[in-house]
């Protein structure tokens, strides 16, 4: 195999939509983890450095960007292979924009790279999905699928990781808001009921089918009529400091939708334009500010091209 020294990028991801939960994301741009690749002296996959370390193990088998790396090299039968990684780790642990998801599609993608191509992204994602199940314990591709292909991504299947590629509607934007407190993937999930009611069922299917519905038409209007949330965030809400306060904020700026990020605590606005964004983002930072909880703020295109190497 030609072996490309590389640098790769995996970005940030919004999981669920409000209206998808584990079966829906979308990229967003700037914000992501990067990897470099490169022909190690030793047998196996080694980390060198992981900038931003915190608790962040060296062992490949415990660090989800290593272990992205190390499914694909198993998938590829090289595991003896003397390669090295140094881990830029951009993102911050626990936040709902999918870190860990970021980190694992790194992992894959980079070797998938350094190696010039040798695998479709099919099996990428597979190994990248794999990895990911080590930070959380569970097995969904709705922050690792989008920060691999890009854009919106439907789920349709999880099990078997079959993934469908949404158009994007021209012009939208993304507003993530981080409030600095920690809420663990685990106790997020474990708040959950294992039971849905069937009228929230029915509505709920209905707004996610309108949902993509409106990509492929680009009727923004049926899609702000669609992000509502039934099931998830009512459940979630409490975890997550003045919510609703922020929610109202950004429904009265002219938001499209407003709900959680991934597992939270971030928070997502789905914006129409760039002025409506940058007016959600400038009060978000002004309400938390106001109410002494120290927070960052993400406004973004809708990431198109999901990783990639520099």
């Not at 870190?99 to 190994?127: Q, T």
Request: a negative charge; glycine letters at 10%.
């Amino acid at each position: 195999m030609k072996k490309v020294p590389c640098k790769c990028f995996a970005p940030a991801t919004v999981a669920n939509v409000a209206v998808g939960y584990d079966v829906l994301g979308f990229a967003i741009e700037e914000l992501g983890d990067e990897v470099i690749i490169r022909e190690g002296k030793e047998k196996g996959l080694k980390i060198n450095t992981i900038r931003n370390r915190g608790k962040l193990s060296y062992d490949p088998t415990k660090n989800v960007a290593g272990y992205g790396a190390l499914k694909m090299m198993q998938h590829l039968g090289i595991e003896d292979m003397p390669i090295e990684m140094d881990l830029n780790k951009n993102m911050p642990i626990g936040t709902g924009m999918g870190s860990s998801a970021s980190s694992a599609v790194a992992g894959a993608f980079g070797i998938n790279a350094f190696l010039d191509w040798p695998c479709k992204y099919h099996e990428v994602l597979r190994c990248a999905t794999e990895a990911e199940q080590l930070a959380d314990g569970s097995w969904h591709a709705d922050n690792v699928a989008p920060s691999l292909y890009g854009g919106f991504v439907l789920i349709r299947d999880n099990e078997s990781l079959d993934v469908v590629g949404l158009p994007t509607i021209p012009g939208l934007r993304a507003v993530v808001i981080y409030p600095h407190i920690k809420l663990l993937t685990k106790d997020s999930r474990d708040i959950l009921s294992d039971k849905v009611e069937l009228d929230q069922h029915i509505k709920q299917s209905g707004n996610l089918a309108a949902f993509v519905a409106a990509m492929y038409k680009s009727d923004i209007e049926l899609l702000g009529r669609s992000i509502e949330d039934l099931i998830i965030e009512p459940q979630r809400a409490q975890l997550i400091p003045h919510f609703y306060d922020m929610k109202e904020l950004a429904m009265t700026e002219g938001a499209l939708g407003f709900s959680i990020s991934g597992a939270g605590p971030s928070m997502f606005a789905l914006c129409a334009n760039s002025v409506i964004a940058d007016n959600i983002e400038e009060g978000a930072r002004r309400l938390f500010k106001d109410r002494g909880v120290q927070v960052t703020t993400y406004n973004s295109k809708i990431n198109l091209e999901g990783a990639k190497k520099y």
